[in-house]
């Protein structure tokens, strides 16, 4: 299990959010099958725009959600559907929140609702909203990583915030075709490939953390307990 935790592959949002399959364990069939393109774009979509609001803000418990700025995925790229006055941004993320060489990246049926606070929303989120508009104007991953690329290396996207972090506690997330809602949890992000700095990953250590190389963050992850609704999560194995 601590191997397949390592192998975290965060979304801008994380997934950033997403559980990759541990050393030696059978290929899932979307990996064997894979998702060599893009999907037509309305089945990425969601039908319903209150059933999308719906998701994002589960992502967190309703005391923050509530309040909170609600983005939702329209034909021509994201929009603020609901005011918020807390700072918080919820939204459903896709399959493009992960690496461009994540097998699942085109995976149409991946729904991932994050709750960003206040700093990641101005230094985290924009990148996978750049993400976005790149897959909506068709372009490859290869291109996608290297505009993203290009924009980090000549600072048009800002610096990440120290402080940024993001509820991911959604009973309803679907995250991949292996691991669909995974547990709830929280996530941290700092500059770098800081988990070493950290002890993460290491032999008993509680403290569990992915590189994202191509996002230039270390994610660090802390399962909780209970979902957003309040009901109690699976504990995680060990």
Known sequence: MRKSMVKLVASTCLLQFVVALSEGQAQAPAEKTGYPEMAPLDRYLIPSEASEIALARSAAPASISDDADVMV??????????????????????????STDDPQFWNPKMRAPHCFNSGAARTFLPIYLMKTELVLAGRSKAEILMATTSALDRKELPALDPNAMVYMMSKQQYLNDTDMSWHPHLMFIVTGDAAKSWGANQSGSPIMAANDPEERATIFFVVTGKWSDGTVAQPMAH
């Open 73 to 98: 995925l329209r034909k021509d790229g994201y929009a603020t559907a609901v005011k918020g006055k807390n700072g918080f941004v919820c939204v459903v993320e896709r399959s493009w929140g992960t």
